[in-house]
């Protein structure tokens, strides 16, 4: 390998996508769009679901409990209802997601034996959202429960954890932080990457071929491993900046908390880009066209990306065959590294069988690139 | 390459996509600093057999050495001793004039002592001077044709491959072209150019004549024009052409009747007609003739007849 040759290539291959303004859009605005359409578009989080309100007690104590819910931020009051038959005809009529029924006897029951339910149906054809807002509930619930306990617990002069609380009927499981963002956002930035990274080079060998340049190239003593090389270092250099846009947004923008190393974080990265530039420049190779090149490299990332990476879909919650199919879906090795780097503070030594995967995954693509290309015509 | 060696050499080279045989069975030997001519129509095999003596095609039978080196072997090798310039402009259009000369300098890897030296010598032959920064896109198709052909040279290949390097460029800058050929053959550097123009084949030092494939005759353009034609080629203006060509193929004493432009072309056999008894047999025929003359054949004359001669026996030793 040639470094001469190389640094050639690179130059060049950087000047023409400084020149064009597709590459340029590719590489710049893409992670940037998906940052927001991801970030946002797929968060978990819904805030301000429809609530309808059916107090049957309207006293002091049912006042709080509605004030609770709504103060949550979570819900937003939607209609307060007069009587039963009114819960149905809102839920038909799309009025709200969610009915509270703070029951008539409310305020006594609290008041005799510390222990209170209040109703809470949910509209459950969007089965997401239905968890969603009754863990919202389930928030707003324990939090009154909390409040009235110490009222409780002060009049009659006993320890507040010897007593009971609201509870919300049914009652599910409790999610202490509420914010699925922590988990979607490392994700994000994994599909992001394997998106925009299998984009750029995916142009790279078929724009040669499409506009005939490659038949000069070939023509010339230059190797397949140093056009290779030359090729993928500046979309190497993109695809750092690009990481470095997503993953800054992740910490500073989303605020996902980052309790991992710098370092780590920073050799899994560029591992991951090497991984994504391999596997499109792999695609490039074989198909002559951009345009072609281009769809292919998003149908075969996207779908599998997002499907079997473990960023929505826990990858052990899939059948077995599935599971094994997702061993190759390189980024969910990244997806858990970076999960791992974010939430869990994870070092090098706690990620060592995502990152096995990827250097595995790294090596066998780069192997099949280097090896996909022939300087021939036939 | 040892000063001894031919630079190029081709041994029944062939080359089969599928059923079709794009090269049959190339036979021919190139000496160091001659130019050669590939002359034949689109389609007749040149680009083909230029793909494979630069190693991008792999030759179904038979075998090439150029620079003493295996095409299908050492196709690396290969490549390191020739300039190549394919039928399709082949440049970055988005790069200028100096990027892409810089770049393939770089490939090449022209030492940096030379490499501005070498820079502004195909800038001025190419005639691109003031033009540096340019985008190739931009350049008309001379110029372009003169850059490429100036990146193709930038190591000093001691062989060239040229595929149609004039095709679709203006007459003025074909002539320009085929000066900086000329240029080059006298620095001793061996250059194989194909083209389907004719009148250029003049400029080569021998020809090789291609058609179907098939190498139909090779020899400099005086011993072909000279020898190939087997008789007397008479011009002859008439009307209407068709119902003369018709005429005059039958006609005894004719080897080969052929249109030329708005002319008819005719060899006539040694002790055939003359030139009275062509034109009586043409106003027989009711056919308006206007000036009959002997002229010098050119290359298209030649090309055609021995084509011709071809097609009606098969079997006929070029």
Redesign the interface.
Known sequence: MNARRVRAIAFKEALQVWRDPRSLAVALLMPFMQLILLGYGVSLDIKHVPLCVYDQEMSQQSRTVVDGFLSSGWFSLARALPNEAAIRTAMNRDQCSAVLVIPADFSRRLAMTGRATVQGIFDATDVNTTNIAMGYAEGATARLASEFESKYAAAHGVEPSAVGSVDLEPSTWFNETLDSRNFIIPGVVAVILALVGAQLTSLTISREWERGTMEQLISTPVTTLELMAGKLIPYFAIGLIDAAFCLGAAIFWFKVPFRGDLFTLFVTTALFILVVLGFGYLISVRVRSQLGASQIALLVTLLPTTLLSGYTFPIDQMPAPIRAISLVVYARYYVSILRGLFLKGSGLAGLAVPFAGLCVSALVILWLAARAFHKRLD | MSSGTPAVVVDRLTKR?DEFTAVDGITLTIGRGEVVGFIGPNGAGKSTTL?ML?????PTAGQATVAGYDVARE??KV??N?G???Q????????TVR?NL????????VRREDLGSRMDFAIRMAGLEGREDVQVTTLAGGWKQRL?LG?AILHRPPILFLDEPTSGVEPEARRRFWDLIHDLAADGVTILVSTHYMDEAEYCNRIALINQGRLIALGTPRELKGSRLGGQLVEIACAPLGKALARMSAAPGVLDAAIFGDKLHVVMAEGGLDLAGLRQALADGGIQVGEARAVRPSLEDVFVRIVTRKQDAPGAAA
């Open positions: 996509f793909r630069c190693g991008l095609l792999t196709p690396e490549r390191q020739i190549y310039m394919s399709k402009f082949s440049l970055y259009g988005d790069l990027e810089r770049f393939f300098a770089g490939i090449y890897r490429a990146c």
